[in-house]
């Protein structure tokens, strides 16, 4: 975050600082100039939803806070860009639950397979107070959590043939998310994971380092993983979301009233980000099939059934238990 405190100023024009309420006074009207991360491509429903809040952000503040959307990657992949976030290089990042499930334990909880019924269900967790709890995780770990964003749910796909089953997986080379959760959801389905990078996925499918991966239609789509990985199985194992994060330490550094303009725009960008999102998601799916994807439906329960374990290993205290059940409760 770029602020020219007034002091700095004053010092380099060689001026003795004023009275403490014109510093409070010229602090106030600093432009607050803040840099935001995330590996989608421009016009991406993440990238123009974090476009949404910094509008509203600028007009609240009567200009004075400029958020900045370095996407497709400029800043780094998520892994990366997220510890820069812990430490303040890098002010906001959107980026999936998954990179932060190995630090932030309450995250793993929106990625678990076969966890919400449909998107509605999905919508009014996060949207509620376990989605809040949630959020209010990462504070502990350098980083205020904004918002979430919609994910849609993810499916896996591959170079070699339609699965299935997931006896079609077994041994099968499948890129994951740097998450200890994604590694245990992949070897309970029998595949051979490797977690690498978002940005590394296209030239490791191309070059069969990895058979497989598995996402959404607009991921699959925007990343033009549909070129090198021709079958796409609707199995929909996960909806883990999108959040939206703000680095603690530039948080801190900022007024309480412009604090709550950031809080409010994120929030306030959410139902735009989601009608996006519905749009891209068929325009996505749309355009793979046009280019020659096979889709295939699959018989969830058994990929369901296989994946279960990875809630005994995961979800281990009573607070995350208790998340689960009232998850599963919820309308
Ligand atoms: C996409 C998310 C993105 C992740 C990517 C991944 O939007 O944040 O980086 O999946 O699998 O759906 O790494």
Redesign the pocket.
Known sequence: MSILLPRRRALLAGVALAAPTLIGFKASAQAINLRSAD??PDGYP?VEGVKVMAKLAKERSNGRINIQVFHSRQLGD?KDTLEQTRFGVIDLN???F??LNNLVPETVIPGLPFLFRDEAHMHSVMDGAIGQEILAGADRHGLIGLCCYD?GA?SMYNRVKPINSPDDIRGMKVRV?QSDLWLAMMRALGANPTPM??GEIYSALQTGVVDG?E??YP?YQAQRHFEVAKFYSITEHSMSP?ILVMSKRSYDKLPRDMQTILRDAARESVPEMRKLWVARSESAKREVVAAGTKLNEVDKAPFEKAMAPVYDQFVRDSRLKQMVQRIREAA
């Open positions: 590996i989608h993440t998520e959107r980026t999936n998954a990179p994910s993810r998310q990078p978002a991966a996402n959404n991921t999108e």
